[in-house]
């Protein structure tokens, strides 16, 4: 009940935010920028935060699945919906590939590994010009048109990536409290007691490998026709970096705390603008505040805050020494 009151009031506040601030740069622009991080965190957390396996690579499934759609619509004419199934279908093929050798390893090893596959990813988009447009990229992506509505303005961006936030949202909490959800938690806690517990490891860790890896194809399709351009800058380690901040930012193992974290560090660095020279070391003091007063996650570290004050405070108990002696003094 707490999950579901949780996702009724975010859908709430994604739903009144331009009828509260119509026509405001930091809700229809910014707005849909934090929308794409969030769906990208939500993904990675599944991954990171519930299985506990690291990924430094996912910008490399963000960008498969821009530039499938970027280079089927400018190239060869497609309609834009089936570009994002298809982006989706490759994505999830190169995930399920490179997940069962790649998650044997674990730790460092397997941050390693991911961090590879991102870099390789990167380096296929830059060298494979003739397909890809290379270092300078594709444009004129056409945008997306549901049922006649063009998605052609900044508002009903927006209306289409609150809606995919929110159903990427429900679909991570529905696995989180489903038997599958269940299993990550246990993997996460320990692996060889989870496979003592019967659970199929090896198939629930590439599982939720190749889920995360879909939504941010998703996503990544989402992106290309949003921008109507894609560059191999949108796509690159740093920006693989940057998801895991966001997760570990809000919170691990928090849904709503991925959401925040990806909210956070998408408006941050608008916000900071302003102090110009000094903007990268005030956003970079912020983190680390951040992670040092509140290492489990910002998400959570509100949540534990907002417990203690209003936690009702219990009246002290009379010792008992005090209560013989009144006794012996009545006497």
């Known amino acids: 009940m707490k999950r579901l009151s949780g996702f009724y009031l975010l859908a709430i506040a994604v739903a009144a935010l331009p009828f509260i601030f119509p026509d405001n740069y930091f809700v229809t622009v910014v707005g849909v920028s934090a929308g794409l991080h969030a769906i990208l965190a939500v993904s990675l957390n599944l991954l990171m935060g519930y299985a506990g396996q690291i990924s430094l690579g996912h910008a490399a499934f963000f960008g498969m699945g821009a530039y499938t759609s970027a280079i ?16 989706a279908a490759f994505t999830g093929v190169v995930a399920y590939l490179v997940a069962r050798p790649i998650l044997k390893l674990k730790g460092h090893y397997l941050a390693m590994a991911t961090l590879g596959l991102g870099i390789i990813v990167h380096i296929v988009i830059v060298q494979m010009g003739w397909l890809t447009g290379g270092p300078d990229g594709l444009g004129n992506i056409p945008s997306l048109s549901i049922f006649g509505w063009e998605v052609d303005s900044d508002e009903r961006w927006y209306i289409v990536i609150g809606t995919l936030l929110m159903l990427v949202v429900w679909l991570a ?28 490891t090896a198939a629930t860790k ?30 690159s380690f740093f920006f693989s970096i940057e998801l895991v ?7 691990m193992a928090s849904t709503y705390g991925a959401v925040l974290g990806a909210i956070i560090l998408t408006f941050l660095p608008e916000l900071l603008v302003v ?12 983190l680390m505040g951040m992670m040092i007063f509140l290492p489990q996650g910002l998400f ?22 005090e209560k013989k002696e009144s006794s012996h003094g009545a006497a």
Do not use: C
Not at 220 to 225: Q, T
Not at 301 to 321: D, S, Y
């Open 72 to 87: 089927l619509t400018t190239r060869y004419g497609w309609n834009p919906w089936p570009t994002i199934l298809v982006g």
């Open 206 to 235: 590439t599982g939720v490998f190749v889920l995360a890896a879909l939504i941010a194809s998703v996503a990544g399709s989402i992106f290309a026709h949003q921008q109507a351009f894609v560059s191999p800058d949108s796509f």
């Open 173 to 200: 909490l529905n696995i989180i409290d489903s038997r599958s959800g269940r299993a990550l938690r246990g993997l996460h806690g320990s692996e060889v007691a989870a496979e003592m517990m019967g659970i199929d």
């Open 275 to 286: 102090f110009e020279d000094y903007e990268v070391m005030i956003f970079g003091g912020i």
């Open 300 to 321: 959570i570290g509100l949540q534990e805050l907002l417990r203690k004050l209003t936690r009702p405070k219990k009246t002290p108990a009379t010792p008992v020494a």
């Open 245 to 251: 901040t966001m997760v570990v930012l809000g919170g």
